[in-house]
């Protein structure tokens, strides 16, 4: 989630709930639950009209159109896999033209997979890629979705290379800007973040090991890597390693002004598992247009973990979502406990507290809040944050029960029927924190899809539930 639009998600929800304001009347409205439940995204604005999908298996989207007060006006089912159109959905998005329909297609003979745009029913052949029927595709916006990255990576169990093609797309034209491709080697790799930015640079993050058999043993052995394309042809490829320190991750973030981040955290790997208290922050100002890093950050944090004997979920690292700057200098950064575990058969994810940590105004020195959060192998994870005049504001959902927990007791949100209540946690100046309940679901009121959250423009943020789409609007008149 990017600040434009959680930052008014946030005000929103912090002067409606929270407190009385006289000047500034925000508004809240949901749809009428639909029938059927699924997987909703925004697409974009046609004639004031917000444009929300329903993609159902990938083989067909419901398209509803909701007027300002959202009120459904038009509602139509298009098939992609038929004879006619063997295609498989992948992303949908407005463009100068109306509204497009991305999908690919897997050609058996040829080994390739072809991505293709349909407009009003016509379709237009963008890309193809290498592909296997393994193949797995998938799409990701730029911050302010005016780029769109398709990605598409596939195995060759005999050679243990892992192959990635892309293509970056203009979202406003509906065209192809470039498109790349490069391999790794799936026993000294492993495939890590991506991101595409406003400007149309791909970043794709791995981990090579130096040791085989390393990947779940040894910490030391590890070094993290960002490469990135650019559609002048260029590629510049960042390398990150420091001795004696465990290395779990890479974050790749965009913020304001078109900056990208490259950040993580360094762990001691000498400390026992059962006294992390401490980490070392990473971090790299990354200019989009010429590619080199402007600003460097290398500071210990302490306070990431309670002190003491941790049980090993009380151990996870910790992932950054979000950097602010502040108007007095220095950075805010707000971070995540996250892990995801696969086996053969399964992924699960764990979150659990949040870190928000602020660096010094020499960017020398820097200080933790710890919020405890008790989640894990949930289905609407993670957070919303925002940065307000130089104060923190978060949202995630939680029991009502954990409200004032500390950590030393705690209740575990295991999925979604547990959960019952939105949060709010305000860190001020004085890095002091607050944390209140909006709202119980008990009251009615729709449960957010909190990763689901998109911008309509410069007031209206659209949201979404299990059966309802949402928008709130920031009146600032």
């Not at 029927?133 to 050679?159: G, M």
């Amino acid at each position: 989630m990017k600040p434009t639009y959680i930052l008014f998600l946030a005000v929103i929800l912090f002067f409606s709930f929270s407190y009385k304001v006289s000047a500034q009347q925000p508004t809240f409205n949901w749809s009428q639950p639909f029938t059927s439940k699924g997987n909703f995204r925004f697409a974009g604005l046609i004639d004031s009209q917000l444009v929300v999908i329903q993609s159902r298996a990938g083989k067909e989207v419901v398209v509803r159109r909701f007027s300002p007060s959202l009120a459904v006006t038009t509602e139509t089912v298009q098939t992609f896999a038929s004879p006619e159109t063997p295609a498989s959905y992948l992303i949908s998005f407005v463009s100068d033209s109306g509204l497009v329909h991305t999908l690919y297609q897997y050609d058996r003979k040829k080994d390739l997979m072809t991505i293709s745009t349909d407009w009003a029913g016509r379709i237009q052949v963008l890309a193809a890629m290498k592909a296997i029927p393994q193949s797995f595709v998938y799409a990701i916006f730029s911050a302010d979705r005016s780029k769109l990255l398709v990605c598409n990576f596939y195995y060759h169990r005999k050679t243990n290379m892992v192959e990635r093609e892309f293509i970056v797309l203009s979202s406003s034209a509906g065209q192809v800007l470039y498109s790349g491709s490069f391999r790794l080697n799936s026993r000294e790799a492993t495939s890590g973040e991506i991101k595409v930015d406003n400007l149309g640079n791909a970043y794709f993050g791995s981990t090579t090991y130096r040791q085989a058999g390393s990947k779940l043993s040894a910490k030391s052995i590890a070094t993290q890597h960002v490469t990135v394309f650019s559609a002048s042809g260029r590629s510049v490829a960042y390398s990150f390693e420091y001795p004696g320190r465990y290395v779990p991750g890479i974050d790749i973030i965009q913020e304001k002004n078109n900056a990208v981040y490259i950040a993580g955290l360094a762990y001691d790997e000498e400390v026992k598992a059962t006294r992390i208290s401490t980490a070392d922050l990473f971090l790299y100002r990354i200019d989009p247009v010429r590619l080199i890093y402007t600003d460097s950050v290398y500071i210990t944090v302490n306070g990431l973990y309670p002190e003491g004997k941790l049980k090993k979920d009380d151990r996870l690292p910790y992932t950054i979502r979000h950097i602010y700057e502040k108007t007095t200098g220095g950075l805010v950064l707000i971070a995540e406990q996250y892990q995801q575990i696969s086996t053969q058969y399964s992924t699960s994810e764990k979150y659990h507290d949040i870190a928000c940590i602020q660096t010094g105004k020499d960017q020398r020195s820097g200080s933790v809040v710890r919020i405890p959060k008790f989640q894990f192998d949930t289905d609407n994870p993670s957070i919303l944050s925002a940065f307000i005049q130089d104060t923190v504001y978060l949202l995630y959902n939680d029991l009502q029960e954990n409200l004032h927990a500390t950590g030393e007791s705690t209740q575990y949100v295991s999925n979604k029927k547990d959960r019952n209540g939105l949060f709010l946690v305000t860190i001020g100046k004085d890095f002091q924190y607050k944390k209140e309940l909006l709202y119980g679901y008990d009251s009615g009121q729709p449960m957010p899809v909190l990763l689901a959250a998109t911008p309509i423009d410069n007031r209206r943020i659209f949201l979404c539930s299990d059966e309802q789409v949402g928008v709130l609007m920031y009146d600032d008149k």
